[in-house]
């Protein structure tokens, strides 16, 4: 498998302006989990999913952020209108199931560098 | 809540030096801890993880991590560091519900030569 994949690795985009960061989580994974690092908090958890149906949200830090997973193999974090505060690198990972089974472990992954000016 | 704390913003120690880095965590019942890896431009990586049973946990790469429960820690150790180890590490724990982690800030390792 070739790993949690991210695009755009890069994204520069100018405010006001709708931005949409894709994943695509390893084959087989029921968790995708959706992070924003940045300088001043550091790696916050915005959103998770268990088989495309959203959890847990109270991380997505207001209303201009949304995220979808419409099928097992894809998911969306949207920002509309962006504004230069959310310039942060955005990560997405995935994992097997509860992190009580010592098998499982949540991957990460590249991320996408979001510049907004 | 959970939270995670790393003391040590950046350290820096020479090829072949010990390494330990410090992580203090804060939760109410038994954790599940992990530390986690960042090269530059890359994702995290996971380097061991703590669960239950022995509290020495051994990883990938070398590191090993103690889990003591008196103190609140998981402070991730290293005999021998190699220039390649250079990158910046979290210390992370698992508040019981799926893999929803909670992060410290980081530690940046640089080594010299």
Not at chain 1, 11 to 27: A, D, N, W, Y
Not at chain 2, 31 to 58: A, C, E, I, M, N
């Amino acid at each position: 498998d070739a790993g949690v994949i991210q695009s755009p690795r890069h994204e520069v985009t100018e405010m006001g302006q709708e931005v949409t960061l894709r994943c695509k989580p390893i084959s087989g994974h029921d968790y995708l989990f959706w992070y924003r690092q940045t300088m001043m908090r550091g790696l916050e958890l915005l959103i998770y999913f268990n088989n495309n149906v959203p959890i847990d949200d109270s991380g997505m830090p207001e209303d201009r952020f949304s995220a979808k997973m419409p099928n097992a193999s894809f998911s969306t974090l949207k920002i509309q209108p962006s504004e230069p505060r959310d310039s942060a690198v955005y990560f997405c990972a995935s994992s097997l199931a509860l992190t009580g089974d010592l098998n499982t472990e949540a991957f990460f992954g590249q991320g996408t560098r979001l510049t907004v000016v | 809540a959970q939270s995670v704390t790393q003391p040590d913003i950046h350290i820096t120690v020479s090829e072949g030096a010990s390494l330990e880095l410090r992580c203090n965590y804060s939760y109410g019942a038994t954790p599940y801890l992990f530390w986690y890896v960042q090269s530059p431009g890359q994702g995290l990586q996971l380097l061991l993880k703590y669960f239950s049973g022995d509290t020495l946990v051994q990883g990938i790469k070398g590191f090993e991590a103690e889990f003591k429960r008196s103190q609140s820690s998981f402070n991730l150790r290293k005999p021998s560091v190699h220039w390649s180890d250079a990158a910046e590490y979290f210390c992370a724990v698992e508040s019981g519900t799926a893999s929803k982690l909670t992060f410290g800030t980081g530690t940046r390792l640089q080594v010299t030569l």
